[in-house]
């Protein structure tokens, strides 16, 4: 098939599926990944996975996770540092122990054990945030805790992945190097950047270009993003530190933030949740296996009871402590790009990733429900 016919039927197949999703009240994503689903090989078969493919869905991962870090706000998140740290800290370890152990159980590889104990440490920023805006419970104790949790999450789990993806390829001084250069990659950006990629913005809205401010912005992320796959880590890690720290300034202008918005996710990203769907091989034996029978109920199980460890000491009661459990449960894009990386990278099978696929999904759909559910308790409503 023609490269543009091929794009314009993973776009518009996206997007349709994404509207009629998000019509019946769940995020647009899944019907992208839906799209993917049908288009590939679990279905029709009708689009292959190809270079071109590839280059757009990373392009897509740059900025989902760019728009991702501006909707932060850094000043909330370090006002919550300390119960979001221990619920980040409890919030993995709970869920790689037992991730790790669903792989000893299910007689995977180690580095397949491994991947799917990292793979469960994550939860998706943006389906928790999604889901605290419309409970209006976004600038709570609980909700901050979340939020914070999440970001230290996400963070924590792709330096894992990257320095997972370093001893897979057989070379220790590749693993120390991601240790060594994406810890000073951080540091720099957190030491330097802070202060170097406010002012070059501030200097962008001063020319006189009108479209200047929208190109220096994409141009920080992508070099961001650079830098980032330079030091050894993903892509994803300087995409998001670029959008946290230029946060403040694009929410300001509402015209720029909107149309970056608009563009990542009216193109770019929607080709990465659609090369979800082309990448899994989804079948009724994938969704009937023991594999993704127990990976599901473990994977809400090690969220809940790590956020709840993580947090009951700074909640004001135990209820309000599960309810930021629940909150880290869903796994979205963070889990998918992880997933992604490592089949392309060998680490795991299709038949892991399917499952991964899958466990993502039910965690979208089902994890708003049982938040709001915790969130209408007595012992939480009225809170703090």
């Not at 990386?341 to 892991?352: K, P, Q, R, V």
Request: with cysteine; charged share 10%; aromatic share 8%.
């Amino acid at each position: 098939m023609d490269p543009i016919l091929q794009v314009v039927l993973i776009l518009a197949a996206a997007k349709i599926a994404g509207e009629a999703v998000e019509r019946a009240g769940f995020p647009a994503l899944i019907g992208e990944i839906g799209a993917g689903i049908v288009l590939g090989p679990s279905l029709f078969g009708l689009v292959a996975y190809d270079d071109t493919l590839a280059f757009l869905a990373d392009i897509g991962i740059i900025a989902l996770l760019f728009v991702s870090g501006i909707q932060m706000n850094i000043k909330s998140f370090v006002a919550s540092e300390r119960s979001a740290a221990s619920t980040a800290l409890l919030g993995i370890v709970v869920p790689f122990l037992m991730g790790a152990g669903v792989g000893v159980v299910a007689g995977f590889s180690p580095l397949e054990t491994l991947f799917i104990g990292v793979a469960l440490s994550v939860t998706s920023i943006g389906v928790s945030v999604r889901a605290l805006v419309d409970l209006r419970k976004m600038n709570t104790p609980s909700g901050m805790t979340i939020v914070g949790a999440a970001v230290i999450d996400d963070i924590i789990g792709i330096l894992l992945l990257a320095v997972l993806t370093a001893v897979a390829a057989g070379s220790g001084s590749s693993a120390l190097y991601t240790i060594t250069a994406g810890g000073a990659f951080l540091a720099a950006t957190l030491i330097f950047g802070r202060r170097l990629l406010p002012a070059l913005m501030r200097r962008a809205r001063a020319t006189h270009t009108h479209e200047m401010p929208y190109t220096a912005a994409i141009a920080i992320a992508l070099f961001m993003a650079y830098l980032s796959h330079l030091a050894g880590l993903h892509y994803a890690v300087g995409a998001f530190l670029a959008g946290l720290l230029l946060g403040d300034q694009i929410r300001d202008d509402r015209t720029l933030f909107e149309g970056i918005a608009d563009f990542s996710f009216g193109f770019f990203v929607t080709f990465f949740f659609a090369s979800i769907g082309l990448l899994a091989a989804i079948t009724l034996d994938t969704l009937l296996s023991p594999f993704v029978l127990l990976l599901i109920p473990v994977a809400f199980a090690g969220k809940i009871l790590g956020g709840w460890l993580g947090s009951v000491r700074f909640m004001e009661t135990h209820a309000e402590a599960l309810v930021v459990g629940i909150g880290l449960c869903p796994r979205g894009e963070i889990t998918l790009v992880i997933g992604q990386i490592g089949l392309l990278a060998g680490l795991i099978t299709e038949e892991i990733f399917s499952a991964f696929t899958v466990m993502v999904i039910v965690s979208v759909l089902v994890t708003p429900a049982l938040m709001a559910w915790g969130y209408r308790r007595p012992a939480v409503r009225g809170g703090r």
